[in-house]
């Protein structure tokens, strides 16, 4: 950017002659008519050696004082990229006129030299000419596109100076200022300042809550009936923002209502924008077959298809992407481009589809499509989940140009992989290389030491973001704090939630779900009520951790409280909280109340038949749990590990042994749940209690676990119940040969010793577990009375 003495200071006004009345010559006239022909014939340069060429023409005819003529070069030096030249001329047709200020600054704008934007109205200011609306709204569309919003909200002062802020024009660019840099209820308030609204006005500000990802986004709707209303029809623009605020609020029926409404008044025909936007919004929604069905029926553009990729890839249906993407080279022979392949691959990352991830990085080798960075980076994140690392390091260092996301991938990656210390030694590199980290490296290292229980190296990250002055990022305190709490350092927890100036939702969860997790159920009510006197308001997973809290504690009246606070909230249709009620009910002795917050449920997912399965098989009723079970396959609800664990221990307390195994067997064959070490339990607690003590201790011996211990009991307590001496004595002497054992089972073994008559040896066994540092705690109910 120049500096303002290239401009000249002192103002004179152009002269344009004309062949008129008294004082004029024959010679002016010919002149006028020269430039006429010559401004002509500066639309015809298409490039800056042909427009140099002109314009000496111009100077040579003694022209380069005319401001239109001027004008127009000075337009089209900038659209060819030739700033300087632009300057020149406008030095030589610079004067009062305002106009020609405000073409200079269009042509500017148009150019894309937005800074060129702000030097002309900044000079305007200084030679005190009178700015008028074009000249603000150029100048908050560069403010807009720069960033700018500290000189932007000068240009609004000085449109209220000037009584221009409730002009629909101005005010439409204020609009568009505040929303595009995150200021949404200041662009709010400067639309209703606006007087005579027009579709533009309106458009402005449904487009700017588009961006908007929270609630506050549902006022787009109210806007657009309002604009119904002043008889204002809806168009293009208008309903592309409307189905971009219906996708991220997740809105279908106001989604496809817009859908409708477009269809009827024949909005956008084949236009790619909008059907794009539709395509998009279907997906956001969650509606693949109706997103599928409006390609099918149309021409199906690869930007559409791309949305529908890049919806299944976020939402993690990542088989379904792969899928389409197949349906979309073969079937509609669309071509893909990179966006198409990113999302293809970040299918492949979720899914560790190693294979299918090469071929197509094969196939870019082929077709020589080079690898830009976002493909580059995509290949790196696939590479590094399928423990392919060192091939990922490979595309890392062939990269020319490494930006912040590359290394936080890179980083990400040597993490999931366990190498923490390449890791902290590509951040070093990365330091070296000038590139500061992020936030999101900081969170990364965090979330991937609090995973690992890494300590030392959370402590060690800790202070690296202290030192390079992170610790004031409410997300990466929150980490932090996440961090400690996962390490059970109960302490440093306390004293970083303590530290918190700024304490939000999460902060206030992540300290809760310490607490829970150190046995504080009393300190987790406690800083739920605290939460709320600060005026924040608990979501469904704080409300979940106070349900186990209260729960812990037997206070049925608290359950009840958290409960009436939900109706209260409108959370009542909250899935994860209503599951959580359904336990606690269980937990607290109202197995009634659990059973019927299950059957009002309109929307009832695994965790919710987990929950009542449980609270059946919690109170005995195995029988009532079995058909529940039935019912789940009825409705084809796959069940998961935690609903075996449920049903066989049901099971082996109702002595179903044949049912037993042939759910265990299931497991497998119909649902593919891989059996874990309680599922193998509960089968040998099932032949224990039916008295198959020999099958039961076949089954263990087939077993390749290397902690059988927990097994073993279960069968000792059954050969003791059924008087087998012979075989508690085998398995008493595997259980010993294992080493030290809790005083519950010293206690076990000793009683089958005691049985075989064998009296010192089982007053030895007591000896010993007295002796030991271990105790047997004595039960005890905190249950409140029902």
């Not at 809806?234 to 592309?240: A, E, G, I, P, Q």
């Not at 609270?615 to 084809?636: N, P, R, T």
């Not at 497991?667 to 059996?675: G, Q, T």
Request: charged residues 20%; aromatic residues 8%.
């Amino acid at each position: 950017m120049q500096s303002g003495s290239k401009f000249v200071k002192i103002i004179v006004p152009a002269r344009r002659l004309s062949a008129s009345i008294s004082g004029t010559t024959v010679g002016s006239s010919k002149k006028v008519r020269g430039a006429e022909k010559l401004a002509l014939l500066v639309q015809s340069c298409a490039d800056v050696r042909s427009l140099k060429k002109l314009h000496a023409r111009v100077l040579a005819h003694g022209l380069g004082w005319d401001a239109i003529l001027g004008s127009k070069i000075l337009g089209l030096y900038a659209h060819l990229g030739a700033l300087p030249d632009s300057r020149l001329v406008f030095q030589s047709i610079v004067n009062g006129d305002l106009a020609l200020w405000n073409s200079a600054m269009v042509d500017y704008f148009r150019a894309g030299y937005l800074e060129e934007v702000i030097l002309l109205y900044r000079r305007l200011k200084l030679h005190q000419l009178c700015l008028n609306e074009k000249s603000i709204i150029f100048g908050l569309k560069s403010c807009t596109q720069l960033r700018n919003l500290f000189l932007g909200k000068g240009m609004h002062v000085d449109s209220l100076k000037l009584g221009l802020s409730g002009d629909k024009f101005v005010g439409s660019s204020l609009v568009g200022l505040y929303s595009k840099l995150g200021k949404i209820d200041d662009s709010q308030r400067v639309f209703e300042e606006i007087f005579d609204k027009d579709i533009v006005a309106y458009t402005s500000m449904i487009s700017g809550y588009s961006d908007v990802v929270d609630s506050s986004a549902w006022n787009a709707f109210e806007i657009a009936s309002e604009m119904i209303r002043n008889s204002l029809e809806v168009n293009r623009v208008t309903l592309v923002s409307l189905l971009q605020v219906a996708g991220n609020l997740e809105a279908f029926r106001l989604g496809k209502s817009m859908h409708c409404y477009a269809i009827r008044r024949g909005i956008g025909v084949s236009d790619e924008v909008l059907e794009t936007s539709l395509v998009d919004m279907y997906a956001r929604c969650g509606a693949y077959q109706l997103a599928y069905a409006l390609l099918n029926n149309s021409k199906g553009t690869v930007a559409s298809w791309n949305a529908v990729l890049s919806g299944l890839t976020r939402t993690q249906e990542s088989r379904d992407a792969i899928q389409y993407f197949s349906v979309m080279l073969h079937h509609h022979k669309v071509t893909p481009d990179s966006v198409t392949f990113a999302n293809v691959l970040s299918a492949c990352a979720e899914l560790c589809y190693c294979g299918y991830a090469a071929s197509i990085h094969a196939y870019l080798i082929r077709r020589t499509i080079a690898l830009d960075l976002v493909l580059a980076t995509a290949l790196i994140e696939v590479y590094s989940k399928c423990k392919r690392v060192v091939r990922s390091r490979h595309l890392f260092d062939q990269l020319t140009v490494k930006d912040l996301v590359s290394y936080n991938v890179m980083i990400h990656g040597y993490l999931q992989n366990g190498l923490a210390d390449e890791a902290t030694t590509l951040l070093n590199e990365m330091m070296k290389e000038c590139i500061a980290p992020n936030s999101a490296t900081v969170v990364c290292l965090l979330a991937a030491f609090a995973d690992q229980r890494d300590l030392v190296r959370g402590r060690w990250i800790h202070g690296f973001a202290i030192r390079h002055g992170f610790s004031s990022d409410v997300d990466i305190a929150n980490q932090i704090l996440h961090m400690y709490s996962i390490c059970r350092e109960i302490v440093a927890t306390k004293i970083v939630f303590d530290s918190l100036e700024k304490k939000n939702l999460f902060s206030w969860t992540a300290m809760m779900k310490g607490c829970l997790s150190f046995g504080r159920a009393d300190e987790v009510v406690r800083l739920c009520q605290l939460m709320q006197q600060h005026g924040e308001k608990p979501d469904s997973v704080t409300l979940m951790y106070a349900v186990q809290a209260v729960s812990e504690l037997g206070h049925l009246k608290g359950v009840k409280e958290i409960q009436c606070f939900v109706y209260h909230a409108s959370m009542e249709k909250d899935t994860i909280t209503a599951n959580s009620l359904i336990t606690a009910y269980a937990k607290c002795g109202r197995l009634d109340m659990s059973e019927a917050l299950f059957f009002s449920m309109e929307h009832k997912n695994l965790d919710s038949w987990n929950a009542v399965i449980s609270a059946y098989g919690m109170h005995g009723f195995y029988l009532k749990v079995l058909e529940i079970f039935q019912q789940m396959e009825d409705e084809k609800i796959k069940p998961d590990e935690l609903t075996f664990t449920s049903v066989l221990s049901a099971c082996s307390h109702a002595g179903l042994v044949k049912e037993g195994w042939c759910i265990f067997q299931s497991m497998i064959s119909l649902y593919s749940v891989h059996p874990q070490e309680e599922h193998y339990g509960c089968i040998v607690d099932l032949l224990g209690r039916a008295g198959h003590l020999e099958e039961g201790y076949k089954f263990i011996k087939l077993l390749s676990l290397t902690d059988k211990s927990s097994m073993y009991c279960a069968l000792l307590s059954a050969c003791r119940t059924y008087g087998n001496t012979l075989l508690g004595h085998i398995i008493s002497k595997e259980l010993l040969e294992h080493g030290p054992q809790d005083p519950g089972t010293y206690a076990l073994i000793s009683e089958v010793y005691a049985q075989e008559g064998q009296w010192n040896e089982s007053a030895n066994l007591r000896a010993s577990a007295n002796g030991s540092d271990s105790k047997k705690l004595p039960g005890s109910s905190l249950m409140e009375s029902v």
